[in-house]
């Protein structure tokens, strides 16, 4: 029994089952967790390791080098990179994805354990972390009052940082901006000359008193005791009474003698602005595998908890949400609903316009929730969650999931029309459409599976979105073989009663039966007429430009300045502050965040995170507000500001990067100044930059070592004596009210000049005694590279730049660079260029889509070949691939869009969509064969009997695409190209099935009797 008699037969069995299934997928629905991307896990995992006071070529050298050497053997590597500039070192290592993460990440802990006896004694503690595109901070908030720099920070550290992370599923708090207290040791260097003490002689005088030591333990009778010195500071006057060396055997020299102590901050690394006004921002992460938006919820509850208590604070602090993580989950949610919902609503209303009968209407679109909330139920036993690929792929299924049902009960509308009754129209109309439904839906599914098992990042990406409509199809296969017929039977009313075509419909088919003739008599026409729009269509799909993302409108971006490296934070804050206010002079920016200097303590940089006001209350687009701020701030050149997009994946990379790596800085440097001359004014970049950057003047101190042994000093000694006096040291903490605060140790502002107090600095040697620097060394005045960048042990030098919305796109800027690299600029030996982030991921796109296509294609023609046991009918078919492509490229031509993943992706589509309108027509004339007609006849009748269902799927999928295709809101007009593709492939695929197929159905099916005679006889005879 097939599954439409067994559902006339036992119609309350399967209204059961669709019972379970809406149950089960609207719990499922509830429980799926929400967040804005699939649970990608790229295999890189970083190690950064800060050096205080440190230039770029000593984090190369003792500390970047050293790590790389400990990770270089690790198995699953394939590359591995640093960055090293002043103060900091990150070492990046990518492993293969077949390698466990978790298992690298615990081997590269190991390794750095190993490595640590080889660093120098005065790095912080290197951090290893995995990267996640998870770990973006889900909420940036800006806490300002009227308070002192010291009291301000005290309350974000104290008290708004523990209450935020007592919220549920909160993971971690970070705090930019401020500065923390801290007990400041100033030497003067005047009086340690006069007492002959060195500034190491300090930090060790005061590591040895002020901290508590354990001496153990000693039993009495029966008792147990623990005994330990107490020496901890408990006020500046015990710091300031530490004795530092003995005069004589009796006279001793304290630090209160040698230097000031007092309470101060820590040194100003970089300085936070709300709106021009002073602030400290506060980054707070989730939890891995928590709900982004249940956590924002949280939070943004327990701030406006925290607001309404410090309402009353005369200091009046206030915690204002300057980014929401969740805006983006939020938007794309929203958006896809609306998509959703207006995409059933507008195909219900096709399917009602074109079979004219309220009950017809209500039995197909039962087809839409079926197969949407069912979908959930799967979704959620494979472990997916609600994300943009997944909400992406149910929006997409809307016109796909009721093509089936439409196909079921239009041909069971048309056995009523023949007077048949309703259980016989019922059975008798499915069992008809059987094959073809269901070779319809396994070319969808043939299209979509192998999507679910691309490579790389990107076919992670892919994976939830390929089976998500797997799910949706399976469930509307079996809801247009059971419900349809089953409704249809009993709720279809009585055949006299059914309203027969309306005049347009006989219009339209007395036009089409024209048509049809003149493409079956004159075939050869139609074929070479058909070729020539296919070869048009590539002409104009050469002129459309190719990249991996369209332009963002999520009404946020980024501008950054940089001046000479050594501007100061005042000075860089006087500049800062001037484009800020102009930024803000217009209507469009909601909010400016701008952030002067940067945690490593480059003081010459800027950032200004610019929020827009809602889409509603303004006329231009996030591209349009960028251009016009772009074109402003030319006239602040020297700071060199840039406008960028905000990047949500990538760890802050830029859409368009290339690197140069050789191992000579010089011979890369001059090769990328030539790249980067060339593609200053390409029309497919905007605003290139290097990674180049000279640093800020460095003062070296070269040591004479025939001096230096004469006199007794070490190298070491001499630079650890610099480190203090300059730098400072940390000898121990001071502790008050529960709190730890350093106590730094380093010569007064005044004198920590190395350049004009060169000759009055003293070291000490290895016997103590201080030996003047000048007697043993020179002061060499030098500049080199702000930070130095290293891949696979070797260096490089990385060009990045953003993608001019209406340029020819990233393909053209990739193409035309391989074209400098082959004619103009010839490397040399040991140097070669590599595309990465967005622009690895973007070949990486293209290959996968080739291999998804061929892939597409071969299983559509072995379900086909299968399903109608001939390996020559499938060609029938699948001749309208081409017709369809043609239709999206002159779509995207026409409209200006690019062919970018949205695209692709609708292209892929086209190949499962597209052939369904042909199996309709060669399904209903191969069975008009086999009752005996002739070819010509055959697909003359089919042609007129499959007019209507063939519209109406292909007037139902582009009302079902129709709101993708337009954009309702910010986060739908990045993925307006998907929808006018699908369209457009839609729209030729249709016009050009009804009239190619009929004209090379005759040959095609003549060439396949042929065959059959020939391979009989070949397999018969003996």
Not at 213 to 232: C, F, Q, S
Not at 664 to 690: C, W
């Amino acid at each position: 029994m097939n599954l439409a008699a067994l559902s006339i037969k036992r119609p309350i069995f399967i209204s059961c089952l669709v019972i379970l299934m809406l149950a089960l997928g609207y719990l499922s629905f509830k429980k799926l967790p929400v967040d804005l991307f699939p649970n990608v896990t790229f295999s890189v995992v970083t190690v950064s390791t800060p050096y205080p006071g440190a230039g770029p070529k000593e984090v190369e050298v003792l500390v970047s080098k050293i790590l790389e050497n400990e990770m270089s053997t690790l198995p699953g590597i394939i590359t591995l990179r640093s960055t090293n500039q002043e103060g900091l070192s990150v070492v990046i290592a990518e492993f293969s994805l077949e390698t466990d993460v978790k298992y690298a990440e615990q081997q590269i802990r190991d390794r750095v354990s190993s490595a640590k006896s080889k660093l120098p004694k005065d790095i912080k503690e290197p951090t290893v972390q995995r990267i996640d595109p998870a770990d973006q901070p889900i909420l940036m908030l800006a806490l300002s009052a009227n308070l002192s720099e010291e009291a301000l920070f005290s309350l974000a550290d104290l008290q708004i940082k523990p209450k935020l992370e007592q919220v549920n599923n909160v993971g971690l708090v970070e705090i930019t901006g401020g500065q923390k207290r801290e007990i400041q040791v100033e030497l003067d260097q005047n009086k340690l000359r006069s007492h002959d003490i060195s500034a190491t002689r300090v930090v060790t005088a005061i590591a040895s008193t002020g901290q508590n030591i354990p001496a153990g333990k000693v039993d009495r009778h029966n008792l147990e005791a623990v005994i330990r010195t107490v020496g901890e500071f408990k006020t500046l006057e015990d710091i300031s009474a530490t004795v530092v060396n003995f005069v004589g055997n009796d006279i001793p020299i304290k630090v209160s003698d040698i230097a000031t102590v007092r309470n101060g901050l820590e040194d100003e690394k970089s300085r936070t602005f709300l709106n021009g006004k002073k602030s400290i921002l506060i980054s707070v992460y989730r939890q891995s595998g928590s709900n982004t938006i249940s956590v924002v919820n949280a939070l943004r509850k327990n701030i406006a908890t925290l607001n309404k208590d410090y309402a009353i604070d005369p200091s009046r602090p206030h915690i204002e949400i300057v980014r929401d993580g969740a805006k983006a989950i939020n938007m794309n949610v929203e958006d896809v609903k609306e998509s959703i919902l207006l995409g059933i609503l507008l195909t219900i209303v096709v399917v009602y316009l074109f079979l004219g009968n309220g009950r017809s209407t209500f039995i197909t679109s039962l087809a839409l929730p079926n197969s949407l909330i069912g979908a959930f139920m799967l979704m959620a036993f494979a472990g997916f969650s609600i994300n943009v690929m997944t909400l992406l792929a149910l929006s997409l299924s809307v016109g796909l999931l009721i093509d089936d049902a439409i196909v079921v009960r239009e041909n069971i509308f048309r056995h009523l029309e023949m007077g048949k009754p309703a259980v016989q129209a019922a059975l008798e109309g499915t069992k008809e459409v059987t094959l073809a439904v269901v070779a319809t839906s396994c070319t969808v599914l043939a299209v979509f599976g192998p999507i679910a098992f691309l490579q790389g990042v990107v076919g992670q990406f892919f994976k939830e979105f390929g089976l998500t409509i797997c799910f949706a199809m399976l469930i509307s296969l079996f809801d247009a073989l059971t419900i349809a017929p089953m409704l249809s039977a009993y709720l279809a009313g009585r055949p006299s009663k059914e309203k027969t075509s309306s005049r347009f419909f006989d219009y339209l088919e007395k036009k089409y039966s024209g048509a049809l003739q003149f493409s079956i008599k004159h075939p050869l026409i139609i074929i070479v007429g058909a070729v020539l729009i296919f070869i048009s269509s590539l002409q104009a799909m050469k002129k459309v430009s190719k990249t991996f993302l369209p332009p963002q409108d999520f009404g946020e971006f980024m501008v950054s300045l940089e001046m000479a490296p050594g501007t100061t934070l005042n000075a860089m804050q006087t500049i800062s502050e001037k484009l800020d206010r102009q930024i803000r002079g217009h209507k469009e920016i909601a909010t400016s965040v701008m952030t002067v200097g940067s945690p490593q303590g480059e003081s010459n940089l800027t950032n200004i995170y610019i929020n827009l006001v809602s889409p509603k209350h303004r006329h231009l687009n996030t591209s349009q507000v960028k251009e016009l701020l772009r074109q402003e701030l030319k006239h602040y050149s020297y700071a060199k500001p840039i406008v960028k997009d905000i990047d949500m994946v990538s760890g802050g990379q830029r859409p368009f990067n290339l690197n140069i790596i050789g191992n000579n800085l010089d011979e890369i440097h001059g090769i990328s100044e030539k790249i980067m001359e060339k593609l200053k004014h390409h029309p497919a970049l905007l605003d290139v930059e290097t990674s180049y950057k000279l640093g800020k003047p460095e003062y070296q101190v070269v040591v004479d070592p025939a001096r230096a042994a004469r006199l007794g000093i070490s190298n070491t000694l001499l630079g650890s004596e610099l480190r203090t006096l300059i730098e400072g040291s940390v000898p121990t903490v001071f502790r008050d009210k529960g709190e730890e605060y350093d106590i730094r140790v380093r010569l007064l502002e005044s004198q920590k000049d190395i350049k004009e107090n060169f000759s009055t600095t003293f070291v000490p040697n290895i016997n103590g005694t201080r030996v003047r620097l000048a007697d043993v060394s020179s002061l060499v005045i030098t500049e080199g590279p702000a930070n130095i960048t290293r891949q696979d042990r070797g260096r490089y030098i990385q060009i990045s730049a953003d993608i001019a919305p209406n340029g020819p796109g990233m393909g053209g800027a990739m193409s035309d660079i391989r074209g400098y690299f082959t004619s103009e600029v010839k490397l040399p030996p040991g140097v070669h260029y590599k595309f990465v982030g967005q622009t690895e991921n973007f070949e990486e796109l293209g290959k996968n889509m080739k291999v998804a296509g061929l892939l597409g294609i071969l299983f559509i023609y072995l379900v086909l070949a299968s399903l109608y046991e001939s390996f020559i009918t499938p060609f029938t078919i699948m001749i309208v691939l081409p017709l369809a492509a043609c239709g999206a490229f002159f779509a995207l031509y026409i409209t200006r869009h690019s062919l970018d993943i949205f695209s692709m992706i609708g292209c892929i589509m086209l190949l499962g969509i597209a052939t369904k309108n042909s199996i309709l027509l060669v399904d209903y004339a191969n069975q008009m064969v086999q009752q005996g007609m002739d070819y010509t006849a055959a697909i003359a009748e089919a042609g007129k009997t499959r007019l209507r269902p063939i519209l109406m799927t292909t007037v139902a999928l582009i009302a079902g695409m129709t709101p993708i295709a337009i954009g309702l809101n910010e986060a739908s007009r990045q993925r307006t190209s998907m929808g006018i593709a699908i369209i457009g492939g839609l729209i030729s695929s249709t016009l050009l099935t009804l009239v190619v197929v009929p004209a090379a159905y005759t040959y095609i099916e003549r060439f396949r009797a042929w065959s059959n005679i020939k391979v009989k006889k070949i397999f018969t005879s003996k």
